[in-house]
């Protein structure tokens, strides 16, 4: 019974490359939370997706960023032109639907250089 | 927009002892509270959740409790071992929409 996946664990970046993380949610989930996570901070909330269907991207900076959740594979969150305070770690959730709990990932931690 | 504010920020007590982590929420339409535990360099973990139309919720060493009308929301543990010394978050979220709105967290150690 396998929890979220996320990969890679670790990403490094120069500032201008893009950044690509990946999230397979539970299985039998079909909704999929971004929260970034700076340093010495709480969790902030990016984008809710389900399948093929962006739900509420209010948390997503409006530039650079964008996330996808498509039919088949995994959800993907890209951020292009990273810059040094995209360094952070990027946790996804998924869960059976809105109204029901929320299952965390283990991260992807950006480090841009 | 929703807020949700989280004492104190770091709580240090002897095992065997209690632990309580107090939360307060803006939004009046909140009506879903998850506690979350962090250990460095893992994924938040759920640990107990409760929704508005419950007053307490108890999974053996931890509770939580939600007054509605004051607007806020706490988790105790009770003897507390060295294996609970983590972060602890606390969330609040309008049930449809579902995003999770966090307090700042809680820096929980226990000294054996």
């Known amino acids: 019974n396998a929890g979220v996946m996320q990969n890679p664990r670790h990403l490094v970046r120069r500032r201008g490359q893009e950044a690509r993380l990946r999230c397979s949610p539970m299985?039998?989930?079909?909704?999929v939370y971004w929260y970034r996570q700076l340093p010495e901070e709480g969790l902030k909330f990016m984008v809710y997706l389900q399948k093929e269907n962006i739900i509420d991207e209010s948390g997503m900076p409006k530039e650079r960023f964008s996330a996808e959740f498509p039919k088949e594979g995994p959800s993907i969150l890209r951020i292009q032109q990273v810059v040094r305070g995209d360094s952070a770690a990027y946790f996804c959730?998924?869960?059976?639907?809105?109204?029901?709990?929320?299952?965390f990932g283990p991260g992807t931690r950006l480090t841009v250089t | 927009g929703e807020n949700v504010e989280q004492h104190p920020s770091t709580l240090s007590v002897q095992e065997g002892d209690s632990a309580v982590i107090k939360c307060t929420y803006s939004?009046?339409?909140?009506?879903?509270f998850p506690w979350y535990k962090q250990e460095l360099g893992k994924g938040p973990q759920l640990i107990i959740d409760i929704r508005s139309n419950v007053g307490e919720k108890k999974d053996q060493r931890i509770a939580v409790t939600l007054n509605k009308t004051a607007k806020h929301f706490s988790l105790h543990i009770t003897e507390t071992q060295p294996e609970d010394s983590a972060v602890y978050f606390c969330?609040?979220?309008?049930?449809?929409?579902?995003?999770?709105?966090f307090g700042q967290g809680t820096e929980l150690s226990v000294k054996p």
């Open positions: 939004d009046s339409a909140s009506n879903y």
């Open positions: 969330a609040a979220s309008i049930g449809q929409g579902g995003k999770l709105i």
């Open positions: 959730a998924s869960s059976q639907s809105s109204f029901y709990e929320q299952y």
């Open positions: 299985k039998g989930h079909s909704h």
